[in-house]
């Protein structure tokens, strides 16, 4: 008998001719965040079994809980000996310890060829627990305690604990995406949506030192540190956009200067998209939330990129959006007061209906190919969990 936890999968059922690469990728991805911790993983098409000494449960449920593609997460004991006998013996053993007036047995049998049928393996445990444990009865609706047993092809396991996954796909299993991450609320609640649906993110952040502070930059790194968490560690590519802000404050009326502004983020973004494969552009839009965000922002906006941009959040109400970053943990980060590139060249009356034409007219007089040329070029790029000084040595 081993102590041992079982993960079911979530959507990744439906996902029939590709689950193997699926399951492959959920396995890679835990054990990734598992490798400092003395854990075996196991696994065939219905259950991940994960296996290690009792000292560890909670750290690893804490880090599965945090994991895209699980569903449900089980602690229970694997028997090797499968006999209905010898799972009432245990049974019998492990009910003692608990504290319960009310419960219910629920079998799930994925080996058909087992001798009794679900309905008779709950029916029979359940006379066992009757039987050992005083003053306890079946409640099917409401129980204190629910009992589950599963048979499966070589064991048998009795599950006292579950507790829900975040569902999603494992991150990873369907490419790569470029989440435009600034320092606010919206896009790090948008890049956690893009990696519950499978997506591996890199991240880029537009800054305008001096006007920006390097307290704003570590702001968006540890952002995207704990966005890390939640699927691989993420690359950062910082782009300085002074030059083209500035050049843009200079030459354009002022309330198409974020109009303009957000076409050359989008420009960029999509030339390193392209340059490191990632398939989408993904950021934190959501409908009508500010001028540039109306649908004929968007579109005036959007008509510079051919890539899909993907906009979790759009039709999110912020509140649904804060309580989202709060749940995901990045809320405290993204309130802290640091100003943005954005917020810094903010005119007071931002066009809330842009002309394409007049954009193309404005744009023609900088001559942005060679600046947007030049900040990629001189693209910083941040891993792993460093800070500032260690990019110095
Ligand atoms: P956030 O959405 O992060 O709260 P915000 O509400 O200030 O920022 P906008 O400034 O309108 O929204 O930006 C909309 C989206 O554009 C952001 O969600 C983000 O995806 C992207 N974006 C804005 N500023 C930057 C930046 N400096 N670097 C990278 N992406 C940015
Ligand atoms: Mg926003």
């Known amino acids: 008998m081993k102590k041992v936890m079982i993960l079911k999968y979530a959507e990744l059922n439906t996902k029939k001719a590709n689950i193997g690469l699926f399951l492959k990728q959920l396995k890679r991805n835990l054990e990734e965040k598992l490798k400092k911790l003395p854990v075996k993983i196991t696994y065939d098409k219905g259950r991940m079994f994960l296996y290690m000494e009792e000292e560890y449960f909670k750290e690893v449920l804490d880090i599965t809980q945090n994991t895209f593609g699980i569903h449900e997460i089980m602690i229970g004991y694997e028997l090797e000996e499968r006999s209905i006998e010898t799972i009432g013996d245990y049974l019998k053993k492990f009910i003692h310890e608990k504290e319960f007036e009310t419960f219910k047995v629920e079998t799930k049998r994925s080996d058909k060829t087992y001798p009794m049928t679900s309905l008779e393996i709950s029916k ?28 499966r092809q070589k064991d048998a396991y009795i599950i006292f604990d579950t507790v829900k996954g975040l569902g999603g796909y494992p991150v990873g299993t369907l490419g790569k ?12 609640v948008a890049g956690y949506l893009a990696m519950k649906r499978g997506v591996k993110l890199e991240a880029i952040y537009f800054e305008s030192p001096p006007h920006t502070s390097v307290e704003a930059k570590n702001k968006v790194v540890q952002l ?11 690359k950062l590519h910082v782009i300085s956009f002074t030059e083209i802000q500035e050049s843009i404050y200079k030459n354009i009326p002022h309330e198409y200067l974020i109009t303009i502004m957000r076409r050359m983020m989008y420009r960029i973004s999509a030339k390193i998209a392209y340059q490191n494969r990632c398939k989408v552009l993904i950021n934190g ?15 005036v906006i959007n008509e510079v990129v051919k890539m899909p941009v993907i ?12 309580d989202l ?10 309130i802290l007061p640091y100003e943005d590139c954005c917020t810094i060249f903010v005119p007071e009356h931002p066009v809330i ?10 744009e023609s007089k ?3 190919e060679e600046l947007i040329q030049k900040s990629i070029k001189n693209e910083t790029i941040i891993k792993e969990t460093k800070n500032e000084f260690e990019d110095l040595l």
Not at 285 to 299: F, N, P
Request: net charge negative; glycine share 8%.
């Open 325 to 334: 970053a709060k749940k995901i943990g990045t809320y405290e980060t993204s």
């Open 224 to 234: 995207k540190n704990i966005l890390s968490q939640y699927g691989s560690d993420i």
């Open 124 to 151: 029979y445990l359940g006379g066992v627990v009757l039987k050992a444990k005083q003053n306890v009865k079946v409640d099917v609706h409401h129980p204190d305690l629910t009992i589950h047993i599963e048979i």
């Open 311 to 322: 906009r979790p959040v759009a039709c999110f109400d912020k509140l649904e959006i804060i």
């Open 366 to 368: 900088i001559s942005y």
């Open 285 to 299: 839009e959501s409908i009508g939330q500010v001028a540039s965000q109306t649908l004929t922002s968007m579109s």
């Open 177 to 188: 995406g470029l989440l435009m991450l600034s320092g606010g609320i919206d896009s790090p």
């Open 353 to 362: 209906d842009p002309e394409l034409e007049k954009c193309i007219q404005y």
